[in-house]
């Protein structure tokens, strides 16, 4: 069964700082990977999605993750941290074979310190 | 705007009532899910509809059930409401299971 592991439920960055949040996923199969944004009171955005193509996915608002097989990680990056950053952030998983729902990780939620 | 809607936005309602919460899903996506989000819980699945039939079930109360119509809008029932239910009830949808899923706004339930 896949599974995704999020680690860190809190990132605090300055404003202007590299953004790093940490995900990894244990898969049977090469997955589909997520990265989705939650802010307050509001419905999850996606981001991102790697779907084997590139391994250096850009996704929106500056945001990239880097999908990395040997290390089954597929870590959110931001180079330069903005205060409108401050959410939640969910990674996700999906097998290519894809007849499972997505498997959604528990969360870092990102505070940005001006 | 995503494209999923939910109705109502906010419910308040008092232990042991029964309420049904709505969703419409964007054009042409033919599944549907539904989470629950509490702080305590996180995110959690609930269930999942594809084109009218139940594809898969997550962590779902049998006081809670779910249906979609041929029209593809969902339905979400919960009953013999408790303190405890009161969460954000998200509805999520997709083209196939599987590949992204895009949530709608929730509906915040309020159980008195």
């Known amino acids: 069964a896949q599974s995704v592991t999020q680690l860190g439920s809190h990132v605090s960055v300055s404003e202007g700082a590299l953004v790093l949040l940490r995900c990894n996923y244990s898969?049977?199969?090469?997955?589909?990977l997520f990265w989705y944004v939650q802010y307050p009171n509001q419905g999850l955005q996606l981001l991102l999605k790697?779907?084997?193509?590139?391994?250096l996915v850009k996704g929106i608002n500056g945001f990239e993750a880097e999908f990395k097989k040997s290390e089954t990680s597929f870590h959110l990056t931001k180079p330069s941290a903005h205060m409108s950053d401050a959410a939640e952030y969910f990674c996700?998983?999906?097998?290519?074979?894809?007849?499972?729902?997505?498997?959604f990780g528990k969360g870092t939620r990102l505070s940005v310190i001006a | 705007d995503s494209g999923v809607t939910q109705t109502p936005k906010h419910l308040i309602t008092a232990t042991g009532q029964r309420v049904t919460l709505r969703c419409s899903p964007r054009?042409?996506?033919?599944?549907v899910y539904w989470y629950q989000q509490s702080l305590d819980q996180g995110l959690q699945f609930l269930i999942q509809?594809?084109?009218?039939?139940?594809?898969a079930k997550g962590n779902i109360l049998e006081r809670f059930s779910a249906q979609q119509f041929p029209d593809l809008h969902s339905e979400l029932n919960l009953s013999s409401l408790e303190l405890g239910d009161s969460a954000l009830y998200f509805c999520?949808?997709?083209?196939?299971?599987?590949?992204?899923?895009?949530f709608g706004p929730g509906t915040r339930l309020t159980v008195t």
């Open positions: 790697y779907t084997s193509a590139a391994t």
């Open positions: 999520a949808s997709s083209v196939e299971q599987g590949t992204e899923q895009y």
């Open positions: 898969s049977s199969v090469p997955p589909y």
């Open positions: 509809y594809y084109n009218g039939e139940e594809r």
């Open positions: 054009s042409g996506d033919l599944s």
């Open positions: 996700a998983v999906s097998p290519i074979s894809g007849n499972t729902p997505l498997v």
